[in-house]
């Protein structure tokens, strides 16, 4: 059986930008409350949040115009991704988002 010291010496630092419709503030901070519990319920340990704000987009996405932009900064094991991924993809609030394997400062 693994202690808890093997098991962090798995998980590597991540950092994942979300960009969420432009909702009220209160299904904004949910919809970020959700992600945060997401990766809490998977044993991640969140560094930061990091809230952007309401900012213009590039180009329009599913017909939005604008979107909320968050930043998080989390150590989570390498074989959670793939479900934080399909879990942004399922969820209708986000509408672009990326996870990136990042070196910690």
Excluded: C
């Excluded at 098991?7 to 945060?36: D, G, H, W």
């Excluded at 509408?95 to 394997?101: A, E, S």
């Amino acid at each position: 059986m693994e202690n808890k010291t093997e098991r962090n010496a798995m998980k590597k630092f991540y950092e994942s930008m979300i960009i969420i419709k432009p909702l009220s503030e209160e299904e904004t901070n949910q919809t970020i409350e959700t992600v945060k519990n997401f990766l809490t319920e998977r044993e991640a340990e969140i560094d930061n949040v990091n809230v952007w704000g309401l900012r213009r987009l590039a180009y329009e996405i599913e017909k939005q115009a604008d979107g909320y932009y968050v930043i998080l900064y989390f150590t989570l094991e390498p074989n959670h991704i793939k479900a934080l991924e399909n879990f942004y993809r399922l969820n209708e609030n986000i509408i672009r988002f990326n996870v990136i394997k990042k070196d910690k400062k």
